[in-house]
């Protein structure tokens, strides 16, 4: 990419970060809550972009000077160092380059959101539920190791262990970003604990990940839902199966359902089943966008197709693949702990490497 390319490009970019700052402190923006948190998320996401801008700017400034010095100065010693700083500013310039291509390309608004997530157990009946209960144990030690907030929203238990379904808000920086790889199918392989003649089994369990909608991404109308309570049942203390605390709400319009029984205050358990029932209304929506991308290229992020196998834990031969990229690792007890961003980080170049193709520069 040409260097007065590059300048042109980001020359808009920096005009636009300056007039959104200006605009955020006018006091028709300031009264204007969703307009507000619109210009908001678009200034932060420019940031960067107009950070790279400056330290880029820099740099040619820089490289400029160091080759008319060289060409121009007679001290031997002065002459060496700004040759060094040509040698190292020629090397590190084409990559500030490749940096500012991956930041001009449109970021999915919804990067920066919480998640809903959802982990469900497949084919393969008790095991399959014992290993939905795995892959939560895999995700909350992932959420720590991030310094996130996981919260259930509610679960079902399997007969023999684990989970038939639980479904779980996460909150933290950047987490639907992040988490958005994980849908799809998960396979395992291993010898089920009620098996009897050692015979290695293949089971299955779903994750989805939903970016959690904001109250002026969707406006529910209360005549659209139908609100039941109803006893909590499972671990909770006294209030369990005494209190009312748990909340049904089904919307009308579309028929979705969500559940909510985690927390002992029916207020809170409420508030926490709106915000997952407008996720759900939102994602109706953000669907189209995720079918719309993956027919103009491939994307290592599922479509939501509860098909698409996306991975597979082999414990016999302790191999973690990821079949978008066919990956493979012999590191599963170090993954199944909670250690799973270096596959996340490949999936995100390869991503980048297909949106860069689709947005040539």
């Not at 199918?185 to 009620?194: I, K, L, S």
Request: charged residues 30%; contains cysteine.
């Amino acid at each position: 990419m040409e260097e007065n390319m590059i300048l042109e490009k980001l020359k808009g970019v920096k005009q636009r970060f300056i007039e959104i700052g200006e605009l955020l402190t006018k006091p028709d923006v300031l009264s204007d809550m969703d307009r507000y948190v619109r210009l908001s998320r678009e200034y932060k996401d420019l940031q960067p972009v107009v950070t790279a801008l400056e330290k880029y700017r820099l740099a040619l400034s820089n490289l400029e000077s160091a080759r008319k010095l060289l060409a121009t100065e007679k001290d031997e010693e002065m002459r060496e160092m700004a040759k060094a700083e040509v040698e190292q500013l020629t090397e590190t310039i084409p990559e500030m380059e490749e940096e500012i291509k991956l930041l001009l390309i449109p970021a999915d608004p919804e990067d920066g959101k919480d998640a809903i997530m959802e982990i469900r157990a497949g084919t393969g009946g008790d095991e399959a539920s014992i290993f939905a209960g795995d892959l939560f144990r895999m995700y909350s030690k992932f959420f720590e190791q991030k310094g996130w907030k996981a919260e259930i929203n509610s679960y079902s238990e399997g007969t023999a262990g684990g989970y038939k379904e639980i479904v779980l808000r996460v909150s933290g920086d950047g987490v639907y970003g992040i988490l958005k790889y994980e849908s799809g199918v998960h396979r395992v392989q291993r010898v089920p604990q009620t098996e009897t003649q050692g015979r290695v089994h293949t089971s299955a369990a779903s994750v989805v990940v939903l970016p959690e909608a904001d109250e002026v991404d969707v406006e529910i109308r209360n005549e659209d839902i139908r609100k039941d309570t109803y006893c909590s049942s499972g671990p909770g203390g006294q209030s369990v199966n005494t209190t009312y605390s748990a909340i049904r709400l089904t919307h009308i319009p579309t028929g979705i359902v969500v559940i909510c029984q985690d927390e002992k205050s029916q207020l809170k358990n409420y508030d926490k089943a709106l915000k997952e029932l407008r996720t759900r209304l939102y994602n109706l929506e953000y669907q189209k966008y995720l079918d719309e991308v993956s027919r103009k290229r491939k994307t290592m992020v599922s479509t939501g197709d509860r098909s698409a196998k996306i991975r597979t834990y082999n414990y016999p031969q302790g191999r973690v693949t990821d079949h978008r990229i066919n990956l493979t690792l012999y590191n599963l007890p170090y993954i199944l702990d909670g250690n799973i961003q270096e596959i996340i980080d490949k999936l995100q170049v390869a991503e980048n490497a297909e949106r860069l193709k689709e947005n040539s520069i």
